[in-house]
Protein backbone atom coordinates (compact mmCIF):
# COMPACT_ATOMS: atom_id res chain seq x y z
CA UNK A 1 0.00 0.00 0.00
CA UNK A 2 1.04 3.22 -0.45
CA UNK A 3 2.51 5.54 2.05
CA UNK A 4 0.82 7.69 4.53
CA UNK A 5 -0.42 10.83 3.20
CA UNK A 6 1.19 12.93 5.17
CA UNK A 7 4.53 11.61 4.87
CA UNK A 8 4.19 11.29 0.68
CA UNK A 9 2.89 14.97 0.79
CA UNK A 10 5.79 16.46 3.37
CA UNK A 11 8.32 13.72 0.97
CA UNK A 12 7.17 15.70 -1.90
CA UNK A 13 6.79 19.21 -0.60
CA UNK A 14 10.78 18.89 0.60
CA UNK A 15 11.14 18.06 -2.86
CA UNK A 16 10.14 21.28 -4.36
CA UNK A 17 12.07 23.56 -2.07
CA UNK A 18 14.39 25.69 -4.08
CA UNK A 19 17.70 23.72 -2.49
CA UNK A 20 16.33 20.01 -3.27
CA UNK A 21 16.34 21.71 -6.95
CA UNK A 22 19.73 23.38 -6.94
CA UNK A 23 21.74 22.70 -3.76
CA UNK A 24 23.64 18.97 -3.89
CA UNK A 25 23.85 17.33 -0.20
CA UNK A 26 27.40 18.50 1.05
CA UNK A 27 29.91 16.10 0.63
CA UNK A 28 31.98 16.95 3.35
CA UNK A 29 28.54 16.90 5.57
CA UNK A 30 27.60 13.59 4.66
CA UNK A 31 29.79 11.27 2.13
CA UNK A 32 27.27 8.10 1.98
CA UNK A 33 24.39 10.04 -0.05
CA UNK A 34 25.41 8.63 -3.71
CA UNK A 35 23.31 10.97 -5.60
CA UNK A 36 24.39 15.26 -6.03
CA UNK A 37 21.03 16.51 -6.88
CA UNK A 38 18.25 16.33 -3.94
CA UNK A 39 17.40 16.90 -0.12
CA UNK A 40 18.37 16.00 3.50
CA UNK A 41 15.17 16.17 5.15
CA UNK A 42 16.45 16.07 8.54
CA UNK A 43 18.35 19.35 7.63
CA UNK A 44 14.65 21.04 6.22
CA UNK A 45 13.51 20.18 9.93
CA UNK A 46 10.82 17.04 8.68
CA UNK A 47 12.52 15.08 11.64
CA UNK A 48 10.52 15.74 14.65
CA UNK A 49 7.38 16.21 12.70
CA UNK A 50 7.30 13.65 10.05
CA UNK A 51 10.36 10.93 10.05
CA UNK A 52 10.55 10.05 13.37
CA UNK A 53 6.94 8.99 14.14
CA UNK A 54 6.93 7.86 10.36
CA UNK A 55 9.75 5.27 11.97
CA UNK A 56 8.23 4.59 15.20
CA UNK A 57 4.58 4.20 14.35
CA UNK A 58 4.90 2.26 10.78
CA UNK A 59 8.34 1.64 9.83
CA UNK A 60 10.00 -0.11 12.69
CA UNK A 61 7.14 -2.34 13.26
CA UNK A 62 6.83 -3.43 9.82
CA UNK A 63 10.17 -4.48 9.57
CA UNK A 64 9.95 -6.12 12.91
CA UNK A 65 7.14 -8.49 11.45
CA UNK A 66 9.15 -9.40 7.89
CA UNK A 67 11.85 -11.68 9.38
CA UNK A 68 14.45 -11.64 6.67
CA UNK A 69 14.49 -7.58 7.53
CA UNK A 70 14.13 -8.28 11.13
CA UNK A 71 17.11 -10.29 11.58
CA UNK A 72 19.24 -7.86 10.14
CA UNK A 73 18.15 -5.51 12.29
CA UNK A 74 15.02 -4.26 11.55
CA UNK A 75 13.33 -5.13 14.72
CA UNK A 76 15.94 -2.69 16.74
CA UNK A 77 15.78 0.24 14.06
CA UNK A 78 16.12 3.38 15.86
CA UNK A 79 17.81 5.73 14.03
CA UNK A 80 17.46 7.54 10.14
CA UNK A 81 18.76 8.88 7.45
CA UNK A 82 16.02 10.17 4.64
CA UNK A 83 16.38 12.21 1.52
CA UNK A 84 14.96 13.13 -1.58
CA UNK A 85 16.63 12.05 -4.49
CA UNK A 86 16.61 13.81 -8.08
CA UNK A 87 16.73 12.09 -11.68
CA UNK A 88 17.35 14.24 -14.46
CA UNK A 89 17.88 14.25 -17.92
CA UNK A 90 21.91 15.11 -18.29
CA UNK A 91 22.64 15.29 -14.67
CA UNK A 92 21.75 12.56 -12.58
CA UNK A 93 20.29 9.81 -14.89
CA UNK A 94 21.23 6.66 -12.73
CA UNK A 95 22.85 5.37 -9.94
CA UNK A 96 25.59 2.14 -10.39
CA UNK A 97 25.50 -0.80 -8.45
CA UNK A 98 26.03 -0.29 -4.64
CA UNK A 99 24.94 -0.88 -1.03
CA UNK A 100 23.59 1.48 1.75
CA UNK A 101 24.35 2.84 4.64
CA UNK A 102 21.92 1.36 6.27
CA UNK A 103 19.97 -2.31 7.61
CA UNK A 104 16.87 -1.52 5.84
CA UNK A 105 16.50 1.06 3.19
CA UNK A 106 12.73 2.40 2.07
CA UNK A 107 12.88 3.90 -1.48
CA UNK A 108 9.40 5.71 -2.31
CA UNK A 109 8.23 7.30 -5.76
CA UNK A 110 7.45 10.10 -5.15
CA UNK A 111 6.59 10.65 -9.32
CA UNK A 112 8.17 13.38 -11.05
CA UNK A 113 6.51 12.30 -14.76
CA UNK A 114 9.96 10.11 -15.94
CA UNK A 115 9.79 6.79 -18.21
CA UNK A 116 12.35 3.73 -17.32
CA UNK A 117 14.66 4.19 -14.13
CA UNK A 118 13.76 0.51 -13.24
CA UNK A 119 15.08 -0.33 -9.53
CA UNK A 120 17.50 -3.34 -9.76
CA UNK A 121 18.50 -6.02 -7.03
CA UNK A 122 21.06 -8.10 -7.43
CA UNK A 123 22.27 -11.62 -5.67
CA UNK A 124 26.41 -12.77 -5.60
CA UNK A 125 27.00 -11.95 -8.74
CA UNK A 126 26.76 -8.65 -11.10
CA UNK A 127 23.62 -10.27 -12.84
CA UNK A 128 20.63 -8.45 -11.93
CA UNK A 129 18.24 -11.15 -9.73
CA UNK A 130 15.03 -8.90 -9.77
CA UNK A 131 13.79 -5.98 -10.45
CA UNK A 132 11.33 -3.10 -9.79
CA UNK A 133 9.92 -1.17 -12.62
CA UNK A 134 8.23 2.11 -10.99
CA UNK A 135 5.39 2.04 -13.95
CA UNK A 136 3.92 -1.41 -13.27
CA UNK A 137 5.06 -2.05 -9.45
CA UNK A 138 3.18 1.25 -8.40
CA UNK A 139 2.52 4.77 -8.86
CA UNK A 140 3.19 7.32 -6.89
CA UNK A 141 2.95 7.10 -2.74
CA UNK A 142 4.74 3.25 -3.50
CA UNK A 143 8.18 1.79 -2.63
CA UNK A 144 10.30 -0.64 -1.94
CA UNK A 145 11.45 -1.68 1.50
CA UNK A 146 14.91 -4.16 1.51
CA UNK A 147 18.13 -4.66 3.16
CA UNK A 148 20.66 -1.98 2.96
CA UNK A 149 23.38 -4.85 2.19
CA UNK A 150 21.61 -5.91 -1.01
CA UNK A 151 23.31 -4.78 -4.02
CA UNK A 152 20.91 -2.35 -5.85
CA UNK A 153 20.84 -0.20 -8.89
CA UNK A 154 18.56 2.67 -10.58
CA UNK A 155 19.05 2.11 -14.30
CA UNK A 156 18.73 5.53 -16.49
CA UNK A 157 15.90 7.73 -16.56
CA UNK A 158 14.77 8.27 -20.62
CA UNK A 159 12.69 10.91 -20.13
CA UNK A 160 10.98 13.33 -17.61
CA UNK A 161 12.36 13.75 -13.85
CA UNK A 162 12.21 10.78 -11.32
CA UNK A 163 11.94 11.59 -7.50
CA UNK A 164 12.40 9.48 -4.44
CA UNK A 165 12.04 9.30 -0.90
CA UNK A 166 15.37 7.55 0.48
CA UNK A 167 15.02 6.70 4.09
CA UNK A 168 18.02 4.59 5.43
CA UNK A 169 16.71 2.71 8.92
CA UNK A 170 19.88 2.14 11.21
CA UNK A 171 20.14 0.32 14.11
CA UNK A 172 22.22 0.87 17.01
CA UNK A 173 22.50 -2.49 18.66
CA UNK A 174 23.34 -3.99 15.36
CA UNK A 175 26.00 -2.22 14.58
CA UNK A 176 27.26 -2.78 18.41
CA UNK A 177 26.89 -6.65 17.35
CA UNK A 178 27.56 -6.78 13.47
CA UNK A 179 29.42 -3.46 12.96
CA UNK A 180 28.58 -0.81 9.76
CA UNK A 181 27.54 -2.66 7.15
CA UNK A 182 29.67 -0.52 4.67
CA UNK A 183 33.17 -0.78 7.07
CA UNK A 184 31.96 -3.31 9.84
CA UNK A 185 33.42 -1.15 12.60
CA UNK A 186 31.78 -1.05 15.73
CA UNK A 187 33.09 2.08 17.64
CA UNK A 188 31.43 4.79 14.70
CA UNK A 189 27.39 3.40 14.71
CA UNK A 190 25.52 5.75 13.09
Known sequence: SPLPPAARHGAAAAAETPAAKTTPPQP???????????ALLDELGLSAGLLDPLLSDWLRPLCAALPPLAAAGGASIDHHKAFVVAYRLGEDESLSMHVDNAEVTLNVNLGGGF????????????HPLAHHDWHDGGGVGHGVLHLGAQAHAALPITSGERLNLVIWMRSRARRREAGCPMCGQTDRLL
Open 28 to 38: QRDHDCLCMIG
Open 115 to 126: EQGELLFYGRTA
